[in-house]
């Protein structure tokens, strides 16, 4: 039986990547064989694309950004993420297509259906079982950020309200497909939101 494909999203610092551990922790628990992996940058071609993606001085056209995220992600599809969920591992990825759709297309205002179109192309039309949308005010989410005292990149120097309207484009995306999203409130406790997780992906388990 192919594995359970479950993608995080949401803007940054809303605490995808200590979710989507607490969930590997989980899975690996009850017995799964779990892959754990992140877009961009889950292969080696892919590292080097994130490299040029978030520390790459000058410009990057929107157009070439798009396509270099949709390139990191072909690769990590066709080497990674199917192998892994056809030999029957889950595999849990932080950020898959819909961060294109919701960054590239609300945020930088390339048309949604066009990014949507090329990620679709980028993966043979693969979609997550689960996408798990961590929803949070994009100034909270900034000063959340700000805490960790990591130097910001390249994407996260944009402004607030960048990150306000690529949040709209999730929620847009969310609504548009209520099978497949699952909407946390990334307000609550880290304890909080992994209950709901667990939950819900206990429902999709059956
Ligand atoms: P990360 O910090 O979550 O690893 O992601 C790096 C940045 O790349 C983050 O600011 C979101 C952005 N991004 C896009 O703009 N489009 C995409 O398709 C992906 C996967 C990430």
């Given at each position: 039986m192919?594995?359970?494909?479950?993608?995080?999203?949401?803007?940054?610092?809303?605490?995808?990547?200590?979710?989507?551990?607490?969930?590997?922790?989980?899975?690996?628990?009850?017995?799964?064989?779990?892959?754990?992996?992140?877009?961009?940058?889950?292969?080696?071609?892919?590292?080097?694309?994130?490299?040029?993606?978030?520390?790459?001085?000058?410009?990057?056209?929107?157009?070439?950004?798009?396509?270099?995220?949709?390139?990191?992600?072909a690769?990590?599809?066709?080497?990674?993420?199917?192998?892994?969920?056809?030999?029957?591992?889950?595999?849990?990825?932080?950020?898959?297509?819909?961060?294109?759709?919701?960054?590239?297309?609300?945020?930088?205002?390339?048309?949604?259906?066009?990014?949507?179109?090329?990620?679709?192309?980028?993966?043979?039309?693969?979609?997550?079982?689960?996408?798990?949308?961590l929803?949070?005010?994009?100034?909270?989410a900034?000063?959340?950020?700000?805490?960790?005292?990591?130097?910001?990149?390249?994407?996260?120097?944009?402004?607030?309200?960048?990150?306000?309207?690529?949040r709209?484009?999730?929620?847009?995306?969310?609504?548009?497909?209520?099978?497949?999203?699952?909407?946390?409130?990334a307000?609550?406790?880290?304890?909080?939101?992994?209950?709901?997780?667990?939950?819900?992906?206990?429902?999709?388990?059956?």
């Amino acid at each position: 039986m192919a594995g359970l494909f479950i993608s995080f999203e949401g803007i940054d610092g809303v605490g995808k990547s200590t979710q989507a551990d607490l969930l590997e922790q989980y899975l690996v628990e009850k017995g799964r064989n779990v892959q754990r992996t992140l877009e961009p940058g889950g292969t080696d071609l892919g590292q080097e694309i994130r490299h040029m993606l978030l520390h790459r001085k000058g410009v990057v056209s929107a157009r070439a950004e798009a396509l270099l995220y949709a390139a990191d992600r072909a690769q990590h599809v066709a080497t990674k993420v199917r192998p892994a969920l056809d030999a029957g591992t889950d595999v849990i990825t932080d950020r898959y297509l819909d961060s294109s759709v919701a960054y590239q297309g609300a945020g930088r205002e390339l048309a949604a259906d066009e990014i949507r179109r090329i990620s679709l192309f980028a993966v043979e039309g693969l979609l997550p079982d689960l996408t798990v949308l961590l929803d949070l005010d994009a100034a909270y989410a900034r000063a959340r950020r700000k805490t960790t005292g990591v130097a910001p990149d390249r994407l996260e120097r944009e402004k607030v309200e960048f990150f306000e309207a690529v949040r709209q484009g999730f929620l847009e995306l969310a609504s548009a497909e209520p099978e497949r999203f699952f909407v946390v409130d990334a307000s609550q406790t880290v304890e909080q939101m992994q209950a709901q997780i667990r939950a819900r992906i206990e429902s999709l388990l059956g």
